[in-house]
């Protein structure tokens, strides 16, 4: 008798659950086609018009008043030849049109959700700087359309977008670059449409975001309406501030350059014999610089004006090739050394043949008894010259010691002394450029923000 009551309590117990699950699948049939009722009705053939634009705030006849935020999804690259740039974003909308209330169902149906965007009305804005743009549809089209209870629409849509960055290069690769998203209406006037941004963080950027060559500093939002003879239309930017990342220059130019200017300062260390090894040295690292900064200037747009690589480039190009000419300047001292060496030594030849011709004639007028010694010597006597010129020694004031001369003095002929004086004189040149270059670009760049 218990296991008969058993056996009927779990019986009973089954058909309970069934008859519940049954009544849920019918709520939610009964559900589903009480939203399906409220779409015919909202939308229905000849009870809402596409066409037609929302009234104002409060049904007035004002403009439509459309709340516009972002969300930065990615940015894959900014390109400074092309000056532009490509971002991923979440674009979103929201309107208030009273033509689409419906009963919520006691706060069941909190929203009504549609993938056709034609089935409303929708503003007509456009980016004004777009280059090229295109929707996202994998798997199915990245768009959706909410449709609230009480009239509002949001839109939100999944685009990416290749835009027009203007971009000022003076202090390249030092440089900061605003880049801007600009948003507007493209056939209705602000009489009758009017963009806003939504109220509280209308811009979103997703956290990890990474750029090769840049980092995001900030973001500004503001408005642009542009006046033309068809009147006046409500618009929307957003200014991205990137700032360049310097590294990347810094090991793959400017360190390079350094080193092929110190390089060709080797020249001024080697034998001034060593003719085909300063003249190799030279003309290579001039070809090495020229090929870097034709590399360089590959990479950039034409402009018109100078960049602060520019400057870079063509200091140091300009001190190897005056590392070159060095050489050219040195082989012209040492073969002018040589040959004021040759005349010297002839001249020291002539002389001494004159002494010696001198010595003889007076050994001779010595042994005759009759001559007698002239009073005053002949002015091309040789004797009387060099007693003339110590005389002149003697009257010569004495010259206050010059370091810089004594110290020249060591080096006996003019082309070691060139190379001496260049030694010392290009590092410390280079090394005044690199204090003027660094001083006058980081505080013009700091000036500019």
Known sequence: MIMGSGHCFWAIFYFACLCSASLANNANINFREREKKVLDQILGIGKYDARIRPSGINGTDGPATVRVNIFVRSISKIDDVTMEYSVQLTFREQWLDERLKFNDVGGRLKYLTLTEANRVWMPDLFFSNEKEGHFHNIIMPNVYIRIFPFGSVLYSIRISLTLACPMNLKLYPLDRQVCSLRMASYGWTTDDLVFLWKEGDPVQVVKNLHLPRFTLEKFLTDYCN???NTGEYSCLKVDLLFKREFSYYLIQIYIPCCMLVIVSWVSFWLD?????????????TLLTMATQTSGINASLPPVSYTKAIDVWTGVCLTFVFGALLEFALVNYASRSDL?????????????????DAASDLLDTDS????AMKPLVRHPGDPLALEKLRQCEVHMQPPKRPNCCRSWLSKFPTRSKRIDVISRIT??????LFNLVYWSTYLFREEEEN
Request: net charge positive.
């Open 339 to 355: 040959h004021r060496e040759n005349m010297k030594k002839k001249r020291r030849e002539l002389e001494q043949a004159s002494l």
């Open 226 to 228: 542009s006046k033309t």
């Open 367 to 370: 042994n005759a008894t009759f």
């Open 272 to 284: 001034q014999g060593a003719v085909p090894a300063r003249v190799s040295l030279g003309v290579t």
């Open 426 to 431: 290009f590092p410390l040149v280079f090394a």
